[in-house]
């Protein structure tokens, strides 16, 4: 059983649109992370949290709003999409201090 | 803050040849040290997360160095074979944050039959 998914897989949307990814851990992790992944500049950290109700803020936040509402679910938002947001987005969880982080499969956005 | 080198971003290799990934960190205080391996299509699974305490690290079918002296860090593929084909990252998490970690820019490991 997968311990982090991710949804939806794919996406289209147009510019201007307004996108919600959503993640879910299964390891009872307080850590949850989101990431865009680019070619050319590897993982970018965008926002992560640390528990239910919070929110920090990554390397690349700019555009994206982020919100975890339970310890388990984890939400990244795009309300205004731009072509420039066009990406491979990964979730990830962590025990927290220095542990690894489990990924999720990916969600491909595209935005036209 | 903390900035991680990987290099190089392509490489090209013969099945049961050696291939050598190799990362450079500046934070000479980081603690914790990781491989990621992301096959097509798929998230990153952790190959191996290295202390700083240990410089010699050996998994199946590779062997993770830490030179902490160079600020180095690398992963050898010993004898690859085409399911070592993927895209390999190295991760370090820095002193001042132990909560995220930096990744590489990736390396595209292609094991030619």
């Known amino acids: 059983e997968a311990a982090v998914t991710q949804s939806p897989r794919n996406k289209v949307t147009v510019t201007g649109g307004n996108v919600t990814l959503s993640c879910r851990q299964t390891?009872?992790?307080?850590?949850m992370y989101w990431y865009r992944q680019d070619t050319g500049h590897g993982l970018r950290l965008i926002h992560y949290s640390y528990g239910a109700g919070n929110l920090q803020i990554g390397d690349v936040p700019d555009g994206y709003k982020a919100t975890r509402t339970t310890q388990e679910d984890f939400f990244l938002l795009l309300e205004l999409a731009s072509p420039s947001q066009t990406s491979l987005y990964f979730c990830?969880?962590?025990?927290?201090?220095?542990?690894?982080?489990?990924f999720g499969p990916g969600t491909r956005l595209t935005v036209l | 803050g903390e900035q991680v080198e990987q290099r190089p971003p392509h490489l090209s290799v013969r099945e049961g040849d050696s291939a050598v990934i190799i990362c450079t960190y500046t934070?000479?205080?980081?603690?914790?040290f990781f491989w990621y391996k992301q096959e097509p299509g798929a998230g990153l699974q952790l190959l191996m997360k290295v202390f700083s305490s240990t410089e010699i690290n050996e998994g199946q079918g590779f062997t993770v160095l830490l030179n902490k002296k160079d600020k180095q860090l690398s992963l050898n593929l010993t004898a690859a074979h085409p399911g070592d084909s993927a895209v390999y990252f190295c991760?370090?998490?820095?002193?001042?944050?132990?909560?995220?970690?930096?990744f590489g820019k990736g390396t595209h490991l292609h094991v030619l039959p």
């Open positions: 990830a969880s962590s025990a927290g201090n220095y542990a690894e982080q489990f």
């Open positions: 934070d000479p205080n980081s603690y914790y």
């Open positions: 390891n009872s992790h307080n850590y």
């Open positions: 991760a370090v998490s820095p002193d001042t944050n132990a909560y995220k970690v930096i």
